[in-house]
């Protein structure tokens, strides 16, 4: 190998890996936007609505349910489900950017 | 046919069931046997992580509890499901990137160091020893009172079916049991819920019955239910007795807890992907929803029919399932003021809670108990929270069939999870202590063999505890849970977000959790129990919720040590960093 490919290829290896640095800060950074978004939505619906205002909302009535009654023993439950399905949409749609920005 | 001849009929095909299972996927490797070849579908991997985690506790004692707390309950409904939301978003995924067999692994290779993967192994022990106690006694309950045999032969036969598909089977064994085991399960505890709802409100969906009106009137269940046990002169079943604080703790210490107990971390090192780790986490939560949503109802209808059918009533008139109860010491009756009639209301029965019994017999036919009567309250009957699941379908005069579907759903609860915890046991014993620290020359076939000869001293202990309980289920299990957030959680988390981190800061979080968070409980649980109040509480924070606490101390100590040493080497960071891509 001639002293000039050698040195094109070292510029080209150190600028994709540094290109790979960049697109993996970006990967992490969208990735703890996401849990973090997440995170507040499940504080607020179990230890929000279920225990800390849950006294104030069970002047509010669905049903035989008192609003903080309900989200204490049942809404926070399926919110969490849902959290978690949101979560792995988001996550699979941000794979597949991820994915296709690096085999380009 | 009557229901004890149905009971051993469910109850032993669905014994022959799990062997049959065992038998068809038994393990041959290290691979198969840790985490079952990592070839689970993130579907049966979520059923099986659900029966893994719902456990005798979840099963038998949950509903009861909750039935007799009221809304205090709650902190069991969101501590047990909100974990899945953290495991799913801040743990799975990455460890199971990582890529190793065991916790300790992750803990041991990410602080670079033998001592910190000793101290995980530590608490990795302590804790699900704490929580395989829990299900022993669920097992030895459901057998002498459905099967009217010994406790301690119900306890032996328990460990010698779990003994069987967790020593032959290995993780791969156990996950298709528990497969098995959660469609029965599921199915126990949804079959008298949905009868009991359409009995009750005449809507099928315990869900939703249990906010529905009464049969027959427009009176909601819960505003009937509120009345009558505050005119009873319990706390009103809807509104919180315990401090905010308490109630945060408790929930948080539950939660965080959840997510660090590691046999449910491990299962996410057995799917194929690292997408299928967060698929997993989801399908668990969903099939642990399932019950974990209908469990309230059951309470709510449990408490209703418990006090309709007993309050007022002549004891000679009571229902059988009140006279069986008492024949095994779970419920008691003292008459107070000599008028023949059980009376139900606030305070306990008897002086010294739990009613001792004599052999005699009084003038209606009730069990004599040799303890004074409490006379500060006029509160006539004992009852252990423990049995009103199991009760529940006989309270409601449902057939006999589904009594004996309760029976057999119990026991699958109870085993999944003991053989669950068994195997991290074993795995963490035969991989991190003798293979990974102490006799690194061993060859994968005698590590094999060394994995099932821990698992079967772990059945043989365990089974101990079962004949020699400590407690109520529900309490020691929750012990397990403040160990865990206050020890295992915390490591795991700064493991993978905090790359500064160095084994310093790790090992002294980790021994401080332990060590602060076991002190408060034992003080308050055992050495001190009569100081067990909320005056004496720190910050008013019961012995349950202060494994939150204990997290925090964990934490804190952890930052603090690790900025006194060096930096971790370049290797780890290069480790965090991969385990962050996808």
Redesign the interface.
Known sequence: MSNNTLCLFKILNNYYSCNNKFM?NN??RS?LKI?SI??AI?FLV??GF???W??FL?QFQ?????LG??F???G???F??L???I??YL??K??KK??DNTEK | MDTQLLTYIFVGVSFALYIGIAIWSRASSTNEFYIAGKGVHPIANGMATAADWMSAASFISMAGL?AFLG?D??VY??GW??G???L???LA?YLRKFGQYTVPDFIGTRYYSHTARLVAVICLIFVSFTYVAGQMRGVGIVFSRFLEVDINLGVIIGMCIVFFYAVLGGMKGITYTQVAQYCVLIFAYLVPAIFISILMTGNPIP??G????LINTDI????KLDKVTSELGFNAY?E?TKS?MD??CI??AL?FGTAGLPHVIVRFFTVPKV?DA??S??YA??FI?IL??TA?AVSAFARMNFIDSVQEVQYKEAPSWFKNWESIGLIAWKDKNNDQLIQYSSGNALEGIKPKFTNGTGSSGERLIINKPDITNSNEVYIDRDIMVLANPEIAQLPGWVIALVAAGALAAALSTAAGLLLVISASISHDLLKKTFMPQITEKQELFYARCSAAVAIFIAGLFGIYPPGFVAQVVAFAFGLAAATIFPALLMGIFYKRLNKEGAIAGMISGLLITSAYIVNFKFINAQMNSSDNWFLGISPEGFGFVGMIINFVVALVVSYFFSRPPDDVYQMV?KI???
């Open positions: 993996h990967y992490w990735n849990v997440l995170l499940w179990s230890f279920g225990i800390i849950s006294d069970d669905i049903g035989g349910f008192k009654f309900w204490a023993q049942q926070s439950i399926y969490f489900v959290l978690i399905f979560y792995i996550m699979n941000l794979d991820y994915k | 909750i809304k309950g709650s409904l969101m499901t909100g899945y939301v953290l799913a978003l801040l995924p869900q939703l249990f906010g529905d009106t909601y269940l819960l505003d809807t919180n905010n109630i945060f929930t948080a939660m997408s967060r698929k986490a989801g939560l969903i929803a974990y949503s309230p960093d962050r891509q996808p």
